[in-house]
């Protein structure tokens, strides 16, 4: 029975964007300019995140996180005929960038401690077709880049990074994104910083960097007039969210700092209730993101969804990290079948996991709060 007298309600979103007037001014100081688009904002960005990510980063603007993914195939010749190992755990715009080019996902299971694929299930996955690795740091974790760079060196493979929950994640004090040939980024708002839509394709090769940037905008070529050498697509990021950008970027160690605060808070008050892992990571030389926290249920707690239904009754915002394994929603089991066999601990977590917010809006008593109000549901 719920109990919200007791637990003092309270309303606690999953995410919210970190907004302030500096922000607002940015934003507005470019509406009273004349130029949108292909202007100062977006090449300052571009290398004030480079600085962020560091040693050798050469980034590009882009409208979305999937975009990035699109161009990074398109530009390492992806195509019909090829196959992409992905994880089976992850959003669906990991797989659908390898489906816009024409080649075929195969999708790979995850480690049961941390959601992300292995170099072993990778290692199995790989046939005389495979093109390449598409990785994602699932929650923020970084995977184990060293074993999986091997099996990449071992086969020829390009190794593409999908970096949307990982953010200031390193190993090693190396960025994520930096370890593989590209990586991608997601500034969706509730990530740990946002252009309102964005995304920021990263590479440590200089001629790869300028060829997405030519590509995201018509590959048109202008220096020595206008030519559109090559095929291109529209995937620019505006003037005003790169203003945002610019901002947001200025406070996220800030910013990174509180979400590994909260996490740790979060994570100690929750496996002290029991009935619940947490997923993530102990090791000293990777240092999460902690974009949120995701705990998985075992069999003695309630069925996930109603705990899902009792938080939000309890006014704890939530979200599933992900519904479903990519190779069960219907697009693509329709294409290429689906056994649930091939995937169990991805089926786990979509069926039995679900997120806990981390954000900087969280303070210590709103972490209480929520552990409090966990306890009471998974009851």
């Not at 202008?222 to 050498?229: C, K, N, W």
């Amino acid at each position: 029975m719920l109990r919200p007298a007791v637990l003092e309600m309270r309303d606690i979103p999953f995410g919210r964007p970190w907004i302030t007037d500096a922000e607002r001014e940015a934003v507005a100081d470019v509406l009273r300019r004349d130029t949108l688009t292909h202007g100062p904002e977006c090449a300052a960005f571009e290398r004030e995140f480079s600085d962020f990510v560091g040693e050798g980063a050469y980034s590009v603007a882009t409208s979305s996180c999937m975009a990035a993914l699109h161009l990074a195939c398109v530009h390492f010749g992806i195509g019909p005929g090829d196959e992409v190992i992905v994880p089976a755990q992850t959003h669906t715009a990991t797989a659908h960038a390898v489906e816009w080019v024409g080649a075929r996902p195969v999708f790979v299971d995850c480690d049961r401690l941390t959601g992300n694929v292995t170099a072993q299930g990778i290692a199995a996955a790989v046939t005389a077709r495979t093109k390449a690795i598409m990785l994602v740091h699932f929650l923020g974790v970084p995977c184990d880049m060293p074993a999986i760079l091997a099996v990449a060196e071992r086969h020829g493979l390009r190794v593409i990074e999908d970096c949307a929950l990982a953010l200031g994640a390193r190993i090693d004090g190396r960025h994520v994104g930096l370890l593989g040939d590209a990586g991608c980024f997601s500034f969706y708002p509730v990530k740990h910083m946002t252009t309102g839509e964005g995304g920021m394709f990263v590479s440590r090769d200089r001629e790869a960097a300028a060829a997405v940037r030519a590509m995201r905008a018509f590959g048109v070529e202008r220096s020595s007039g206008y030519d559109v050498p090559t095929l291109g697509l529209n995937y620019r990021m505006s003037e005003i969210s790169a203003a945002l950008g610019r901002v947001q970027l200025r406070r996220l160690s800030e910013g990174l700092r509180r979400r590994a605060e909260n996490f740790a808070a979060l994570r100690e008050g929750l496996l002290a209730i029991g009935k619940l892992a947490v997923l993530g990571t102990s090791d000293p030389a990777l240092r999460s993101s902690h974009y949120c926290l995701v705990a998985v249920l075992d069999g003695e707690a309630a069925p996930r969804n109603d705990v899902l239904a009792r938080l939000k009754a309890l006014g704890v915002g939530t979200s599933v990290y992900y519904p479903q394994p990519v190779p069960r929603l219907s697009y693509y089991r329709r294409k290429y079948g689906y056994e649930a066999a091939r995937y169990p601990e991805a089926e786990r977590i979509s069926d039995r996991g679900f997120a806990l917010p981390t954000g900087w809006h969280l303070c210590p008593s709103d972490v209480n709060y929520i552990v409090k109000a966990v306890e009471e549901a998974a009851a």
